[in-house]
């Protein structure tokens, strides 16, 4: 099955019209993107974009052997273009299937939102799914089960659906995932691509023609991440964000509670509401069985606590203890972390706070937590397959 992709962009398309964002101004040449269609096998046309024909032409494609034309979702975008020649659009109800002459065979999926999935199966047995933009599927039917081998959908607005794919057992290790209804709020370039590669999925140019079932490198997901940043930089929203494509993730609080402290508790809930449901949460900063056991990807949130915590342990902030065996016992502490991360097998992406840059602490304990944080932080970055580091809001990657 041949799938060309007349646009990839939202139904506005992108750059929107008039829109000053620094997404749209750089929404230039291979990046602009017009509003999402897909041409199947030259038959079949899944959704309108604006200058349908000319987008054909410009992929080395024709519309004359288009018998189905399908809509996935309401088209409030530009006026809607019907090229001459083309049947009469439709969408198929939810739950329905629609037979072509030529043998394919397009189900309708139901989302949770306005608008159609669809299911294509080509002649041969090669199955895609197409989501419409801001859809996840609202339940899949049995036969769904197996992956598919492709899946194109809004996953840069909606994540979720690709976790709730994941979790059906709908997307595998060898499913193409390729975002589109690509909008202005992800900045094109390597920030799109970056973002997207973290979730296992990829975006293309428009006019890019893809085989269904054919082999395609799959983006490496890095086992093993940390995310470094100061105070609001942003560190904990990039952590969240690398597994929210991902069913069952086990968030890691090693802040605990702290009574009376209401300050802290908003804090704590302000991170809870923007977690995904399907995630359990754990307090403990018992991190090395977690590590070593089997289990759903890791989100440890931070190593900075977790420090803090085994410096209470070893009582490191008394002068004295710290000379007579308080830095041995941090030390070890430390050492069998590193280790854990070394010999895991979860997905395990953390956050610490980035130090040192600013004003030298005033009080030995407090260079004291400084120091150990570096040695720890270069330690566990030393056993992370990617490392980025977040400034307002930006991620930059110092490794992978």
């Known amino acids: 099955m041949e799938l060309t992709l007349l646009g990839t962009g939202a139904p506005d398309g992108l750059p929107r019209p008039d829109c000053p964002c620094a997404a749209c101004a750089s929404a230039l040449g291979d ?21 349908a024909a000319f ?3 410009r992929a080395g494609q024709t519309l004359s052997g288009v018998r189905q034309v399908l809509l996935s979702h309401p088209h409030d975008g530009p006026v809607l273009e019907h090229p001459a020649g083309l049947p009469a659009a439709g969408r198929v109800p939810d739950g329905r299937a629609l037979a072509l002459l030529d043998g394919h065979r397009v189900r309708a999926v139901a989302m949770d939102a306005p608008g159609t999935g669809y299911e294509v199966t080509a002649p041969g047995g090669e199955r895609l799914l197409y ?14 089960k197996d992956p ?27 499913t193409d995932v390729v975002a589109v209804h690509l909008d202005h709020d992800v900045p094109p370039g390597p920030e799109l691509h970056r973002r997207l590669a973290a979730a296992g999925a990829r975006a293309v140019p428009d006019g ?36 929210e494509s991902f069913p069952e993730v086990l968030y890691v609080a090693t802040g605990g509670s702290r009574e ?21 949460t754990e307090e403990t900063c018992d991190l090395v069985p977690l590590l070593d056991a089997d289990g759903p990807p890791l989100l440890i949130d931070c190593l900075s606590l977790w420090l803090t915590d085994a410096m209470d342990q070893v009582e490191a902030w008394d002068d ?6 308080g830095e ?48 720890l932080n270069t330690a566990f970055a030393g056993e992370c397959e990617h490392v980025l580091l977040v400034v307002a809001g930006q991620a930059l990657a110092l490794r992978g």
């Not at 890019?208 to 991440?225: F, K, N, Q, S, W």
């Not at 004295?320 to 065996?325: D, F, Q, S, V």
């Open 55 to 57: 987008a054909a032409a």
């Open 260 to 280: 009376g402290d209401t300050e802290w508790a908003a804090r704590v809930g302000a991170h809870r509401e923007r977690r995904p449901a399907s995630w359990r």
């Open 148 to 174: 598919y081998a492709m899946v194109l959908g809004d996953f840069t607005g909606r994540p979720d659906a690709l976790a709730r794919l994941r979790a059906a057992g709908a997307v595998g290790a060898t």
């Open 208 to 243: 890019t023609t893809l085989v269904v079932g054919e082999y395609h490198a799959v983006p490496d997901l890095p086992r093993r991440t940390l995310v470094l940043g100061g105070a609001r930089s942003g560190k904990s929203f990039e952590a969240e964000r690398r597994l």
């Open 320 to 325: 004295a203890k710290w000379a007579a065996g």
């Open 31 to 51: 990046q602009a993107r017009a509003a999402t269609a897909l041409l199947v096998d030259g038959v079949l046309l899944l959704d309108l974009t604006p200058g």
């Open 328 to 375: 041995r016992a941090l030390r070890e502490r430390m050492a069998q972390l590193v280790e854990a991360v070394r010999g895991t097998r979860r997905s395990v992406v953390a956050v610490s706070n980035e130090v040192g840059s600013g004003v030298v602490p005033a009080t030995a304990a407090g260079r004291r937590f400084r120091d150990e944080l570096g040695r």
């Open 131 to 144: 989501l419409p933009p801001g859809g996840a599927p609202a339940g899949l039917e049995p036969e769904a």
